[in-house]
């Protein structure tokens, strides 16, 4: 189950436990499917592999800027779950490193996603972009602060520096057929940078 997609039923009330099951078996399907085909997947075919009937899909999802909302929104609030899991299992300064990893594989890999739901924006939520970023924000933030006070990261870091050195790597290697394992080394480069001593953070 993806954590936090709770919309609820069209008219406001919470959904039946059947309607929940089908709301989240497309959205389950669909984010299989754009991880595989890219925005232009087949909203058949996600109806198909999620078990309903294609008058259930657009009952959930009137349109596919919908569909790819509720995607994209998923894939966000999993990165930001990855961040509270990895604070409670690995020490800060690592916990810091193995999520920026994952924020640029995200980065890399949902580049047509974003750019989708960009170009699509006047049927949709103009809102999305915004708050997906303050959620990745604040789930570094927590992180960061975590790495500061452990000593693993210099003072004068912010995340929003972090961030950005992402989003350059994620650019540098769009459009690569390896770009995920390159933008990956090219982070484990950047962020020895960050190491306020000898040795390296990750």
């Given at each position: 189950?993806?954590?936090?997609?709770?919309?609820?039923?069209?008219?406001?009330?919470?959904?039946?436990?059947?309607a929940?099951?089908?709301?989240?078996?497309?959205?389950?399907?669909?984010?299989e499917?754009?991880?595989?085909h890219?925005?232009?997947?087949?909203?058949?075919?996600?109806?198909?592999?999620?078990?309903?009937?294609?008058?259930?899909?657009?009952?959930?999802?009137?349109?596919?800027?919908?569909?790819?909302?509720?995607v994209?929104?998923?894939?966000?609030?999993?990165l930001?779950?990855?961040?509270?899991?990895?604070?409670?299992?690995?020490?800060?300064?690592r916990?810091?490193?193995?999520?920026?990893?994952?924020?640029?594989?995200?980065?890399?890999?949902?580049?047509?996603?974003?750019?989708?739901?960009?170009?699509?924006?006047?049927?949709?939520?103009?809102?999305?972009?915004?708050?997906?970023?303050?959620?990745?924000?604040?789930?570094?933030?927590?992180?960061?602060?975590?790495?500061?006070?452990?000593?693993?990261?210099?003072?004068?870091?912010?995340?929003?520096?972090?961030?950005?050195?992402?989003?350059?790597?994620?650019?540098?290697?769009?459009?690569?057929?390896?770009?995920?394992?390159?933008?990956?080394?090219?982070?484990?480069?950047?962020?020895?940078?960050?190491?306020?001593?000898?040795?390296?953070?990750?």
């Open positions: 189950m993806l954590e936090g997609n709770t919309a609820p039923a069209p008219s406001g009330r919470p959904m039946r436990a059947d929940r099951r089908n709301y989240e078996r497309i959205l389950a399907a669909a984010t499917a754009v991880a595989r890219g925005a232009e997947a087949s909203l058949e075919e996600i109806a198909r592999q999620a078990g309903v009937g294609s008058a259930t899909l657009h009952r959930h999802f009137p349109s596919r800027q919908a569909l790819l909302e509720a994209f929104r998923g894939k966000v609030e999993a930001c779950a990855s961040a509270r899991d990895l604070a409670a299992t690995q020490d800060p300064g916990a810091l490193g193995a999520w920026l990893r994952a924020v640029v594989t995200h980065a890399v890999r949902n580049r047509g996603l974003a750019a989708s739901l960009v170009h699509g924006a006047s049927g949709g939520d103009p809102a999305l972009g915004a708050t997906c970023h303050t959620m990745i924000l604040n789930a570094g933030e927590e992180l960061l602060a975590q790495a500061r006070r452990a000593g693993a990261v210099r003072s004068d870091v912010s995340i929003a520096d972090l961030l950005t050195l992402v989003s350059a790597i994620s650019q540098t290697t769009e459009g690569d057929p390896g770009g995920a394992v390159r933008a990956g080394r090219l982070l484990d480069l950047a962020l020895n940078g960050v190491h306020p001593g000898p040795g390296t953070m990750i």
